[in-house]
């Protein structure tokens, strides 16, 4: 029997009705003669709701307790999604982290999933159950306690269960049709992208495509399981993110990163081992640098510049400020007010001038670039954030018919 | 190290600032020198209003589910809880039921408690740390699902740690200021009861003071661990339940009950057995018998009436009207308006004439008396609904000699 694994998120479960909803999609997916393993997300704000309270008793931060808080979340809507699943007359049964065997690491609100033993989750179908198994969080099983696996990580509970359970298909449903050439709220002609590489997917979310995150891909790409991306409000096909694409194209789509920092130190003595100086003690610190520019040296001088995002700005300030003293530098600054765009396709390793022609279309529509950085399927170039709408507008128009699929840009 | 044992009900928890306050008295007892055990019921209505989420997600009960949901909401509690006593500089760990090892029956909304292993209890004591377990809530070892305890359920699982870790006291905190001789709305000169023995207590509970549930109290005197009912309001004595109490009263209180409706059984031919037939199957549907009373046998017919809650009433129609018909009775009614009144104390044992007298008080305020039933050292009477408030009054006055201290009644 096929076994499908159905992520949904937040909005998905925002209150009774769209439970109902979700219960109502749940048995039509059983009945048509498939083993269903639901994951949930925290009803709608509840997440942020409960920040909020233990932000109002405590003035530090508490991350074993904040995890114990925050895990109730899905507790709440993962039972309310059973219960509605066994109204319609299907059994079902709900299942905490630890209940499912999700074992992770021990950083609180940072774990990170090791191992699923799933053996319960396998009893539950096996006796003919809808399995709903909490989202974004587990259980270490070295404290024995409850963690949470952070941004994105319902996904990635839905796509880690579905590799270790061998599912046919993981999908992930949201509050969009699935991924676009662009962000729709700026790009009005942006389109639904139909497939995407595991690894075109990979680089779309690094760039700052929210739609889905990186960590539930890699588990994807790992176990080649599909995954596919689609509204809970609509039965329409979303994005399938799978190994091979029907449909090639040059550019897969254009991603845009409005969330971070760029941080300079100048005046670097221009030495040997100066960069491990810095960016040793800044990984140490849990900062986590994107992008690294590093200028010609003039006499023996340089100046290194790096992108975090702006959550981190003080930890990075504070590290390169106490490097900057101590090589000798001339000082730490950093801009805000910066943005990223990025173009992503597998068809760019084989065609060339595709960066070329993105410089040209920014530098047409007076946009300057201060930073770039490319991997063999992405180019990326930080400007400045007032001027990445017309960044990511002008690159879709100038980057149309290279995003067409190849079937159908010959008819 | 003296080990105290602290619950806090719902009001205490109701929000951010009454979880301040309880942080800091739990604080406070622990710097002045004792180890704590913390039991937290979910905040304020957070238990009613996930039963209204379910009511609206599912037509029809799901009880290992409302488990599942109900747990969430002592989660909440109980990691606010941890984090604002930790925010106070004193280390804290929360543990749900079934971290702390409380095994419970299967028998889901209704679980009672079989065993505490408190292993992580004791371990959290051991290295220095406040700890917090939630309230109302196990795990049944058999199913490995998690249950809740019912009414009453967070005093429960306080007392039974209490026993368990071998407690000096188990303190419940409440929005009262402890037991009092009558209910303090209907009868403004209640006394606050300073000291009560375990046998009492129970038999208050029982006759429907809803201050201490039975459950708590049996715990209490099994283990013989001092309950000490006060409020987190103040810092003022509240009442102490124990085995041996400095005061001797005759009469320890007053309690009363509107929560149960009378059920009668008319013209039931009076035959051996005839009883068993009635009551075996009203066990058998989980109602909850509490008084009975069969009239003389006049030509060898009878009328049976008991009492049962009034959530049962459907239930216990169902099984009586089937039985009346079987054993060929003249039928069954109800009646909703009905109440208990009941004289609770030890001292009764060696007193005569208190049931004659409390019967005469009522009488005199033309009070009928519908049902009797009494215990060694309770006097239960049924009244119809409208005069229970008359009832409660005239006999505190008329006792009100009787429920003095022996020590005070002399001055």
Redesign the interface.
């Known amino acids: 029997m096929p076994l499908i694994v159905q992520k949904y998120g937040g909005t998905s479960v925002a209150d009774?009705d769209r439970?109902?909803d979700v219960?109502k999609r749940v048995v039509d997916t059983f009945r048509a003669g498939n083993e269903v393993v639901v994951v949930v997300s925290a009803m709608g704000r509840t997440t942020d709701d409960?920040i909020d309270?233990?932000k109002?008793?405590?003035?530090?931060d508490?991350p074993?307790?904040?995890d114990?808080?925050l895990?109730?979340?899905e507790?709440?809507s993962?039972?309310?999604?059973?219960?509605?699943i066994?109204?319609r007359g299907v059994p079902?049964?709900?299942l905490t982290g630890s209940?499912a065997g999700i074992l992770t690491t021990a950083t609180h609100g940072q774990a990170e999933i090791v191992e699923i033993s799933g053996d319960?989750v396998r009893a539950g179908l096996d006796s003919g159950k809808v399995v709903i198994v909490a989202g974004f969080q587990g259980v270490s099983p070295d404290s024995?306690d409850v963690t949470t696996l952070g941004r994105g990580g319902s996904d990635a509970t839905a796509a880690a269960l579905a590799a270790v359970l061998g599912a046919d298909v993981c999908e992930i449903y949201t509050d969009v049709d699935g991924v676009f050439t662009a962000d729709p709220r700026i790009v009005p002609d942006a389109r639904k992208i139909d497939e995407i590489s595991y690894q075109e997917m990979l680089e779309m979310s690094v760039a700052g495509s929210g739609v889905l995150m990186g960590r539930s891909v890699e588990f994807g790409r790992r176990y080649n399981i599909p995954i596919h991306v689609r509204s809970s409000f609509t039965t329409d096909m979303g994005t399938w993110v799978k190994e091979e694409t029907m449909e090639e194209a040059i550019i897969r789509g254009i991603a845009h990163d409005t969330s971070e920092a760029k941080v300079t130190v100048h005046g670097v003595p221009d030495k040997p081992g100066v960069a491990a100086t810095l960016f040793e003690p800044l990984a140490r610190a849990g900062v986590n640098v994107d992008m690294i520019v590093q200028n010609v040296s003039r006499d023996g001088i340089t100046d290194i510049s790096f992108t975090v995002p702006k959550s981190s700005i003080a930890s990075a300030l504070d590290v390169a400020g106490s490097v900057s003293t101590d090589v000798g530098a001339g000082g730490v600054d950093v801009d805000e007010d910066i943005a990223k765009v990025s173009l992503v396709g597998a068809g760019m390793k084989s065609e060339s001038g595709i960066a070329a022609k993105m410089f040209r279309i920014l530098s047409d529509h007076g946009i300057n670039i201060e930073m770039i950085s490319t991997s063999p399927i992405r180019i990326s170039c930080i400007v400045a954030g007032g001027d990445i709408e017309k960044a990511v507008r002008s690159l879709h128009d100038g980057f149309q018919t290279a995003m067409a699929p190849a079937s159908e840009g010959d008819g």
């Open positions: 009774a439970i109902r219960a409960l309270l233990a109002r008793v405590a003035d530090r508490h074993r307790e904040m114990m808080l895990t109730a979340g507790r709440v993962m039972a309310l999604c059973a219960m509605a066994e109204d079902a049964m709900s209940q319960r024995r």
